[in-house]
């Protein structure tokens, strides 16, 4: 599966954006997603999953109760909505897929998407 992010921008503090992955390929409905994170100068980490069926979902105590993650197998897109977003969450943010996986923080995502850039301006 390929995977193509989109969506970032800057943004204030205190504001919204939604992110889109699109996935080619007709097994998208297999694949657990997730969405991964690196700001500058730090090491990537796990922002949120969501299973095949789309009924778990984990998120990082980071972004609990401002960020939602979806998934929308008909046309093979998974969503991050970002809300009250602040100058922490600035980092290039990926989309990942994880065959017949849970999404969780440890699942083994073999596949990634190229990045898109959120900066939040405080």
């Known amino acids: 599966v390929q995977l193509q992010a989109s969506g970032g921008g800057l943004v204030q503090a205190g504001g919204s954006l939604r992110l889109s992955c699109a996935a080619s390929?007709?097994?998208?409905?297999?694949?657990?997603l997730g969405w991964f994170r690196q700001a500058p100068g730090k090491e990537r980490e796990f922002v949120a999953g969501?299973?095949?069926?789309?009924?778990?979902?984990f998120y990082a105590d980071s972004v609990k109760g401002r960020f939602t993650i979806s998934r929308y197998d008909a046309n093979n897109t998974v969503y991050l909505q970002m809300n009250s977003l602040r100058s922490e969450d600035t980092a290039v943010y990926y989309c990942?897929?994880?065959?017949?996986?849970?999404?969780?923080?440890?699942?083994?995502?073999?596949?990634w998407g190229q990045g898109t850039l959120v900066t939040v301006s405080s």
């Open positions: 969501i299973s095949v069926s789309g009924g778990s979902i």
């Open positions: 390929g007709r097994t998208f409905s297999t694949y657990a």
């Open positions: 990942a897929a994880e065959s017949y996986g849970l999404g969780r923080k440890t699942g083994k995502f073999d596949y």
